[in-house]
C-alpha cells in the first residue's frame, strides 16, 4: 500500500497539474490579445494549438513510447519545466508570437497522458492502491482546476499579462521537484514494506 507521505505528495502534483494544462488551453487565447498578436476573432487559434498536439500525443505517448510510466513522468516534468522557463526567456525579449506558438504546442504535447500518467504512478512502482487514494488523487486535481485557476485572471490583470508564463514556471519546477520528491518516498515506503515483511516471517518461525 502506498504510504501516507506518497500519497500527498501526489495529491499535491495533481493539484498544480492544471495551471500548466488550462494555462495554455484557455488562457493562451486571453494572452494573445494583451500581447497584441492576435484580436477577439483570431486568438481562439492559440487554442487550437494546445489541443491538437494533446489529442495526438495521447496516441504517441500511450502505444509508441515503450517507457515506463515513471520514465516517461520524469520526461514530462523536467522537460516541462525547461521550456517554462524558455517561455519566460521569450516573453522577456518580448517575443510573443514565439510563445503563444511554441507554449501551447509542446505543452499540448506533453500533458495528454500527465494525468493518467499520475494515477498509475504507483502501479508502476509496484504499490496497491485503493479507490480512496484515487478519490483524494481526483479531488486534488478537482481543487487545483476548480480554485487555482480564477485566481490566474485577477494576478494577469494585477501585475498584466505577463504574470502568466511565470506562473506557469513556479508550476512546472513545483511539479518536477514534487515527481522527484514522491520517487524518493516510494522507495521509502518500499524499505518500510520490506522490513516489515522480514519481521513477519520472522514472527512466523
Known sequence: MIGGKSELLLCLLMLIFP???IGFSSWMPTYSIKSGIADTQTSGIYSLYFWLPNTISRI????FIPWSITKRLKVITTTLALLSFLLVVFQYMEQYTLVCT???????SMVGCY??????L??????????????NFMIAYCIGEGILLGPVGYLMNIFSFR????MVLICCIMSA???NKTLVSMADD??????????????AK
Not at 518500499?190 to 514472527?203: A, P, S, T, V
Open 60 to 63: 504517441v505517448w500511450t502505444f
Open 102 to 108: 511554441i507554449g501551447p504546442l509542446a505543452f499540448g
Open 19 to 21: 495551471i500548466q494544462e
Open 177 to 179: 521537484w514534487t515527481f
Open 190 to 203: 518500499k524499505c518500510k514494506e520490506g522490513d516489515e515483511g522480514i519481521l513477519q516471517e520472522y514472527l
Open 122 to 135: 504507483p502501479l508502476d512502482n509496484g504499490f496497491f492502491t485503493n479507490t480512496n487514494n484515487n478519490a
Open 115 to 120: 494525468f493518467g500518467f499520475c494515477l498509475s
Open 163 to 166: 504574470a502568466l508564463m511565470f
